[in-house]
């Protein structure tokens, strides 16, 4: 089955250190995205990628890290720079311009 | 810039009874219009779309016609289950320049039996 994979369901750590969240789909799609959602709150966008090896800043980058070696694959890293990293994570990809977005299951992320 | 409004939640209906969401958008060209689903702790899924003027989407009951008169794109249903409780986002996409849609706030949903 096509689909969007994140792992872990929950991840947990402590304040200082960096975390690396995983995103993979099989959809052969090119556009990929972070968004990130806290309670109560719509989504909001961190990192996008259009192609292969290049991404673009969404509307809150500040603290995070993307990287686009392969079109499988968008993994989130949080760096200790992101004050309120503690959030629900979630990947979507899609193809072609005016087409829907597919998302993942989400990671929820506890930093403490 | 582009936008999505939707109705403030949350949302409180009792089963069965008549659901409509509001949703109103601004874009400078032509978009596609979208509902999309979320359940407590997953992710989005596509509930139904629309993109062109006067189309109709639909799915599993739920309905949202795209009326470009007035810049609307509300999410109908009949007859809400219990089942039906999340959350639900309006959402446009342009085609032209970049590939970022453009979403709402959500708006919950909460069916009492």
């Known amino acids: 089955d096509g689909g969007i994979t994140q792992s872990p369901k929950y991840l947990f750590r402590k304040e200082g250190q960096n975390v690396t969240l995983s995103c993979e789909q099989n959809?052969?799609?090119?556009?990929m995205y972070w968004y990130r959602q806290d309670p109560g709150q719509g989504l909001r966008l961190i990192y996008y990628?259009?192609?292969?090896?290049?991404?673009q800043k969404g509307d809150i980058a500040e603290g995070y890290s993307v990287s686009r070696e392969k079109k499988e694959s968008f993994p989130l890293t949080v760096t200790s720079a992101q004050k309120n990293p503690t959030a629900f994570y979630l990947c979507?990809?899609?193809?072609?311009?005016?087409?829907?977005?597919?998302f993942g299951p989400g990671t929820r992320l506890t930093v403490t | 810039g582009d936008s999505v409004t939707q109705m403030e939640g949350p949302v409180t209906l009792s089963e069965e009874a008549f659901l409509t969401i509001n949703c109103t958008y601004t874009?400078?060209?032509?978009?596609?219009l979208f509902w999309y689903v979320q359940y407590p702790g997953e992710g989005l899924q596509l509930l139904l779309k629309?993109?062109?003027?006067?189309d109709k989407g639909s799915n599993k009951g739920f309905e949202a016609t795209y009326r470009k008169e007035t810049t609307s794109f509300h999410l109908e249903k009949g007859s809400v289950q219990v089942s039906d409780s999340a959350v639900y986002f309006c959402?446009?996409?342009?085609?032209?320049?970049?590939?970022?849609?453009?979403f709402g706030r959500g708006t919950s949903l909460i069916v009492h039996p």
């Open positions: 979507a990809s899609s193809t072609g311009l005016r087409n829907e977005q597919y």
């Open positions: 959809l052969n799609h090119d556009a």
């Open positions: 990628s259009q192609i292969v090896n290049d991404f």
């Open positions: 874009a400078t060209g032509y978009p596609s």
């Open positions: 629309a993109t062109k003027a006067d």
């Open positions: 959402a446009l996409s342009l085609s032209g320049g970049s590939y970022i849609p453009t």
